[in-house]
């Protein structure tokens, strides 16, 4: 009706309404605080990337000064001596093939479950929603077991395999969610056009839920790419390792086997885990953002 | 002539046939019918690989805490023996203490400062660039924040360095006896953003008018958090409390990285749930492989964290609000 | 009980080019009802949520019984608004609902609880005091958001489209009851509204805005016989004025066959030859054989029951033109019947084709 009845707070205005410019001690001391704690954490990750261009003693002296010198020997040392090369690749397959696996096998049951009034379907939804609160640690041993028995421990397809299984719960969760949200009445078009219950699915449903899959793609590979217990666990071999993993063991091996530890490869080594999920924040922030809260709004 | 009547007939009765099958089945419409016939090959898949990889190792991992273990020989059935053996262990002890503090005192401190930024936020500028960098730890690895968190409070660190420059003593952050508190701010470092994102992403959804209202009434900002922020995003704060709960006993790579690296696990004063599971199990240099008491743990946390999210929904529940 | 004041307020919100308010002249008497009205985007809300001081103020000066107030937080200006969602708090009850800004401006518990109840019983809300917003209709809801203006016992009530959430029945029975509230209450009430028909209806004078700028400001009556210019005579009135382009020939307004007279200081208040005739649809009458007359086709009939008007297409000159006119609800033309038109005399509004005022009478 009008244009002004609810102006976003983002909003920026001429000049304020009454009373809204009077800063209190509070919000003064409140957005100091703020500030300070977004800072904090852009402050964190320069002293990360412009450390990994430092050698160990000009960390240590001068830990805040950007490097005087770009010591690219970090970064080589870092993906070859310390494994970072074959652990991206390992990471990259695995991850890419089990979030692309888990959305091709719950994409159909969050479909069937969001859009079936059964109390079948309602039990089976809640069922899967409870394994979001199953933690790793509690299936972990039976899992390995399983796994040692069909020989597909310390093997990356093993991996591939569990990593899939374990992002099941949430993916479906989240997309039962997305497809509830879909209008009903494109189905119903579609079935007087005389499709079928699949090609409804393959042809109207997955290209509007679109967005949804993408999101649930992004959040499994955030996931998947710092998952560590479980790889812990199940690889030993440092050819197969991922990139928590040889991380972990970079850093155990430059503090406990060297008089001259090299910090900078190790946060050579950090920033190549690092970089790669910020770049995919810089490019698809807002929906990761939007994807997170959304399951807890909705 | 005749066959041409027959088949003209049989087919309307087919028809008619048809549709009172479709009338019979209640109100179901057709297409109601064929979602249900592919109700199962649709959810089948998932269900197989859910029962699989969830349900089947949770039962066997409460079976297997009623046993003695190492997963290589036959298991020995010692009934409640790993439990009794917990309550008195105190390496558990600690475990299931310092599993408690993250799960209370970091979830309080993450939730109050939470919503105190959600407040600061609201009126703030340049509150989405804020708001998209204390997202940021979400995006970094536990064990990368970990790491950096321990070099920024390490002796020769970060902290001390300024605190050098400005004419201080350096602090021994890491001693033995600061280093779960040390854990503790760390782990609300890195989890506020996430929760705050969800809180504030519930604000956002609060129609303005209602804090137009509570400006002609006069309210200021701490009546309005009460009268207006609080009980419209409580359903929200709800949902993310419980999601806190799952979240924090499924910590480990932050504790994990603060203290051991792929050999050495960190020292035990300092191991939550998780860590107690993989030390007794797979981890360090020797590991136990007490499959049956490392289960009896995981087994007994996640019952306690069950009943916990239960109260905490009961608690919680109130009758749910539309604008 | 107060009058209230624009003095040359102008809003602009950053960003924008143009004011959303611009130079706002307005003053309304203590006790009366005005309707501010104007389409989407023509700062009537604006207007009214500056008077709340949910708004800044970047130029001019509002004033409540002579009390300067541009600068004055919302809740020291001794107003109450009723919002077009009611911003009713979904987790309070009616009661407290009501009495919510008696409670934070800490009147004693006895007194909220005698003014909630006296408002109530005014509102007929008394049996729902217990009720949570959301199982209420529509109208209680509406009458709950009244409520909470009226015991804060204002000198001003402000109505941002409090009926625009009813559906259309519950929407003319309760603009009667709240004229009739506002005419026993006496209080000062400026509200806002895109629906011409209650601005005509419910206003004691009415404002009617445009991209900011304020038309008219006069009686309905007033409004309806002398549209300020073209904007008000095509916005007000349902349906609106026909509007037809003319253009002056010696002393005449020439449009296609039919020659309108004028008067001399019209023709001096003229920028151009352009001449806007405007025309409402009850002031046409057939044209006698042999006389100049506009002719039309009519193209669709709306016959509701005690008024019927016919939509014809008609030739001006070589340009064909829409035309609504009022035909007799007894004895209603077909589609596709032929008319031959003329404007009763006196009926005439005549404005300036180039700026759209009104030329004199």
Not at chain 3, 338 to 352: N, S, T, Y
């Amino acid at each position: 009706m009008t244009t002004t009845t609810h102006p976003s707070p983002q909003v920026r205005r001429g000049t304020p309404a009454p009373g809204t410019q009077h800063h209190g001690v509070l919000r003064i001391i409140g957005t100091t605080l703020t500030w300070a704690f977004a800072s904090f954490n852009v402050l964190v990750l320069l002293f990360m990337l412009f450390s990994s261009f430092k050698t160990t003693k000009e960390i240590f002296r001068a830990p805040w000064a950007p490097p005087s010198s770009l010591h690219f020997e970090n970064w080589s040392q870092a993906w070859s001596n310390g494994g970072f090369g074959s652990a991206a690749v390992n990471t990259i397959l695995v991850v890419a093939a089990s979030s692309v696996s888990v959305l091709v096998i719950a994409a159909p049951a969050a479909y069937a479950l969001s859009r079936t009034q059964t109390r079948l379907a309602g039990g089976l939804t809640v069922f899967f929603t409870l394994g979001i609160g199953i933690p790793t640690q509690v299936t972990i041993i039976p899992i390995f077991v399983m796994m040692a028995k069909v020989n597909l421990v310390n093997n990356l397809f093993g991996l591939y395999v569990v990593y899939t299984a374990v992002s099941l719960p949430f993916t479906v969760f989240l997309l039962t969610g997305f497809f509830r949200s879909l209008p009903g009445r494109l189905e119903e078009a579609a079935a007087i056009d005389g499709a079928g219950v699949v090609r409804t699915f393959v042809q109207i449903m997955l290209p509007l839920a679109r967005s949804g899959l993408v999101t649930a793609l992004i959040l499994n590979i955030i996931g998947l790419w710092h998952e560590t217990l479980i790889a812990l666990v199940f690889i030993q071999d440092q050819d197969k390792s991922t990139l928590s993993l040889s991380l972990l063991s970079f850093m155990s091996t430059i503090t406990s086997f060297s008089d001259n530890p090299n910090w900078g490869a190790l946060f050579a080594g950090v920033s190549i885990l690092v970089l790669p999920m910020l770049a995919l924040y810089v490019w698809l922030g807002r929906r990761i953002v939007e994807g997170i809260t959304v399951g807890a709004t909705k | 002539m005749i066959r041409e009547a027959e088949r003209a007939t049989a087919t309307t009765t087919a028809g008619v046939t048809d549709e009172g099958a479709v009338r019979s089945s209640g109100a179901r419409s057709t297409l109601e019918r064929d979602r249900r016939r592919l109700f199962l090959p649709f959810v089948l898949p998932a269900l197989v690989l859910y029962l699989v990889f969830f349900i089947g190792p949770a039962l066997a991992a409460v079976w297997i805490s009623f046993t003695r273990w190492n997963g290589s020989t036959d298991a020995e059935w010692v009934g409640t023996r790993n439990y009794e053996v917990l309550v008195d262990d105190p390496v558990f002890h600690t475990a299931f203490v310092n599993t408690l503090l993250i799960l209370v005192v970091v979830g309080v401190v993450v939730f109050v400062i939470a919503f105190g930024l959600t407040m600061v936020l609201r009126e703030m500028r340049g509150r989405n660039a804020v708001r998209s960098i204390l997202f940021t730890p979400y995006m970094v690895s536990a064990i990368v924040l970990s790491i950096l968190w321990g070099f920024i409070f390490q002796y020769d660190g970060l902290v001390n360095s300024l605190l050098e420059a400005f004419g201080m003593e350096p602090v021994k952050w890491l001693s033995a006896g600061n280093l779960m508190p040390m854990i503790l701010l760390g782990m609300v470092w890195i989890n506020v953003g996430l929760y705050a994102m969800i809180i504030l992403a519930a604000v956002d959804r609060i129609p303005n008018q209602y804090y137009e209202d509570a400006a002609l009434a006069g309210t200021n900002s701490l009546q309005r958090f009460f009268y207006v922020t609080l009980p419209m995003t409580w359903d929200v704060v709800a949902v993310a409390a419980t999601l806190w709960t799952i979240n924090s006993l499924k910590i480990f790579e932050f504790i994990f990285a603060f203290g051991g690296t792929t050999t050495d696990l960190p020292s035990t004063d300092v191991w939550n749930s998780a860590l107690f599971v993989y030390g007794m199990s797979f981890g360090g240099r020797t590991p136990a492989y007490a499959f049956g008491y490392a289960s009896a743990a995981a087994v007994l946390m996640l019952i306690l964290f069950a009943v916990f999210v239960i109260l905490l929904r009961r608690i919680m529940r109130r009758e749910p609000i539309e604008f | 009980m107060a009058d209230v004041v624009f003095d040359n307020v102008t809003r602009i919100y950053a960003g924008a080019e143009t004011p959303a308010v611009d130079a706002l002249e307005l003053e309304i008497a203590d006790g009366e009802l005005v309707v501010l009205v104007g389409p989407s985007g023509c700062g009537k809300s604006t207007t009214l949520r500056m008077l709340a001081g949910l708004e800044g103020v970047d130029g001019g000066e509002i004033r409540i019984g002579s009390h300067d107030v541009t600068h004055v937080r919302p809740k020291d200006r001794d107003i109450a608004m009723v919002f077009q969602e009611y911003a009713l708090y979904p987790h309070m009850t009616v009661e407290q609902n009501i009495g919510f800004h008696l409670k934070i401006a800490k009147v004693p518990r006895t007194e909220i609880a005698r003014r909630v109840t006296e408002a109530a019983r005014m509102l007929d809300l008394t049996p729902y005091l217990q009720r949570k917003p959301g199982k209420l209709s529509g109208g209680q809801r509406q009458r709950v958001a009244m409520g909470r203006a009226i015991v804060r016992e204002p000198q001003v009530f402000l109505m941002d489209e409090p009926l625009s959430n009813l559906d259309a029945k519950l929407r003319v029975q309760t603009r009667t009851e709240i004229a009739a509230l506002q005419r026993r209450l006496g209080v000062t009430t400026v509200y806002v509204t895109h629906d011409q028909v209650e601005a005509m209806t419910l206003g004691d004078r009415v404002a009617v805005l445009d991209h900011g700028v304020l038309q008219q400001f006069d009686r309905p009556r007033a409004i309806f016989d002398r549209p300020a210019n073209t904007f008000v005579a095509g916005f007000m009135g349902s349906p609106p004025m026909n509007l037809l382009g003319g253009r002056l020939e010696g002393e005449d307004v020439r449009v296609a066959e039919l020659t309108l007279p004028t008067t001399r200081a019209q023709r001096e208040a003229l920028t151009s030859d352009e001449v806007t005739v405007g025309v409402r649809t009850d002031a046409f009458v057939p044209a006698a054989d042999g006389e100049a007359a506009l002719n039309s086709i009519i193209e669709l009939v709306e016959d509701l029951g005690s008024d019927a008007y016919a939509y014809c297409m008609t030739d001006l000159g070589g340009a064909a033109r829409h035309l609504a006119v009022r035909v007799d609800p007894d004895e209603v033309p077909d589609r596709g019947a032929k008319l031959r038109l003329r404007p009763r005399p006196g009926a005439v509004h005549l404005f300036d084709g180039r700026t759209g005022d009104r030329l004199p009478d």
